[in-house]
Structure formats: structure tokens, C-alpha cells
């Protein structure tokens, strides 16, 4: 089983910028596609970005595009989302996800989840 625990949440403000990290138990990093999910108050979680096994493939979701990055860093077992130009409507818990599927998790349902890093953008 991959335990995945995130951090770097908080409260910022509009505009602000916010990396969250998500350390994972894998062995082997680069054998699992990683995602991040949110859930906003009231609403139901939603699809920020993935990342494929290699590295190689990203999407996402076209609210944060342009604005958010995820990468990984397969020697610290670590993937990261670098939000930058934070709006009020990117508040939610956001969620780490990893699969070992090949196809960003066939896609995008993923197998392990981590417990979620609260984000708050202040107006």
C-alpha cells in the first residue's frame, strides 16, 4: 500500500502563491502516475492535475492551467503543485492521489489517496 501525506496548505491571499508537497511511501516513485484533486466547501472533489509514471505526460484542469504545475522529484519520493496567482475560488482541500496504472490512472481514477492540505485564498 502507498501512504501519501500533503502538506503546505494555509491562508493566502488573491494572487498569492502557494507549493503543496506530497511525500509518498513507494519504493519506486516513477512507477506511479500522481494527481491532485480538490473539494471545494459544498461541492464535490474535482480533478486539478496528473502527472504520467515517466514524468513525461501532464494534464489539467482548465480552471488552473497556465497557473498551477505539478512536477515530481522521484529520488524524494515527492510531488509537488506550484499555484500561483491563487484566486478566492481555488479555496478547497486539496488531495494527492497516486496510481500505478500506466495511463495516469486510466483516467483519472485513482488507487491511493492521501488525507488533503487545506488551501484558503482570501479576497
Known amino acids: 500500500q502507498v501512504q501519501l501525506a500533503e502538506s503546505g496548505g494555509g491562508l493566502v491571499q488573491a494572487g498569492g502563491s502557494l507549493r503543496l508537497s506530497c511525500a509518498a511511501s513507494?519504493?519506486?516513485?516513477?512507477?506511479?502516475?500522481m494527481g491532485w484533486f480538490r473539494q471545494a466547501p459544498g461541492k464535490e472533489r474535482e480533478f486539478v492535475a496528473v502527472?504520467?509514471?515517466?514524468?513525461?505526460?501532464?494534464d489539467y484542469a482548465h480552471s488552473v492551467k497556465g497557473r498551477f504545475t505539478i512536477s515530481r522529484d522521484n529520488a524524494k519520493n515527492t510531488v509537488y503543485l506550484q499555484m500561483n496567482s491563487l484566486k478566492p475560488e481555488d479555496t478547497a482541500v486539496y488531495y494527492c492521489?497516486?496510481?500505478?496504472?500506466?495511463?495516469?490512472?486510466?483516467?483519472?481514477?485513482?488507487?491511493?489517496w492521501g488525507k488533503g492540505t487545506l488551501v484558503t485564498v482570501s479576497s
Open positions: 502527472m504520467s509514471r515517466s514524468g513525461g505526460s501532464t
Open positions: 513507494a519504493r519506486t516513485l516513477s512507477s506511479y502516475s
Open positions: 492521489a497516486a496510481d500505478p496504472r500506466a495511463l495516469m490512472g486510466e483516467v483519472y481514477g485513482m488507487e491511493y
